[in-house]
């Protein structure tokens, strides 16, 4: 009953590599999102997108890029990793704002725990 | 951007006891949540309720959008409760963009 997948649990990586992380979702939703968390500063925005080829910077998008060529899979690089970039990173997804009684409730995946050396 | 504070930042329960979460926000929201964050980091998502009531076994919420507040009831709870309780709201205008509060740290003893 898994809704939405992260490719990696744990990554490690060294200091200039470019990094993808991997986020796919079977709910047919049209938004997606990556955040990450850190302890004392919670979960900040990185970038999110509301539809195929869409996106959007969220707080703190610097470092980072997103791909969204397909609707159910969306993409966050590290064009070149840095230690400061390590962190947990979480994807989620939801459906964009309709009229009627949907449930536009986030769900997340499991999180990749990302450690740049 | 709006701010979203939430209270306590830690409690420590003995299983069976009730508690009270609050979320307040700073300005007017169309959408808010409660998520559990597991002790693995798995974020569920709880309750989708920008306004109203809901309950759903053991845990309702209650958002008074109008007074800019949320609360969660837990009640009669378990050890399996422990975790990090958030809030997250949205203003209409951020599109589906949520901003998170600081969270609730919960631990409930045996």
């Known amino acids: 009953d898994v809704k939405v997948t992260q490719s990696s649990r744990y990554l490690v990586k060294r200091t200039g590599e470019k990094v993808f992380l991997e986020c796919v979702q079977d709910m047919d939703h049209e938004n997606m999102f990556w955040y990450r968390q850190d302890p004392g500063l919670g979960l900040r925005l990185i970038y999110f997108s509301y539809d195929v080829k869409m996106k959007e910077k969220g707080d703190i998008p610097e470092g980072y890029s997103v791909s969204r060529e397909k609707k159910e899979r969306f993409s966050l690089i590290l064009e070149s990793a840095s230690t400061n970039q390590t962190s947990m990173y979480l994807c989620?997804?939801?459906?964009?704002?309709?009229?009627?009684?949907?449930?536009?409730?986030?769900?997340f995946g499991s999180g990749t725990r990302l450690t740049v050396v | 951007g709006i701010q979203v504070e939430q209270s306590p930042p830690d409690l420590i329960l003995q299983e069976g006891a009730n508690s009270t979460l609050r979320c307040n926000f700073s300005d007017s929201v169309n959408n808010l949540q409660w998520f559990h964050q597991n002790p693995w980091g798995q974020l569920i998502n709880l309750f989708y309720?920008?306004?109203g009531t809901k309950q759903n076994g053991r845990l309702s919420a209650t958002t008074v959008a109008t007074e800019r507040y949320s609360l969660l009831y837990i009640s009669s709870s378990q050890t399996t409760d422990s975790g990090v309780y958030f809030c997250?709201?949205?203003?209409?205008?951020?599109?589906?963009?949520?901003?998170f509060g600081d969270g609730t740290t919960l631990t409930v003893k045996p």
């Open positions: 989620a997804s939801s459906l964009r704002r309709l009229r009627g009684e949907f449930n536009y409730g986030y769900t």
């Open positions: 997250a709201v949205e203003r209409y205008t951020n599109a589906g963009k949520s901003t």
């Open positions: 309720i920008p306004s």
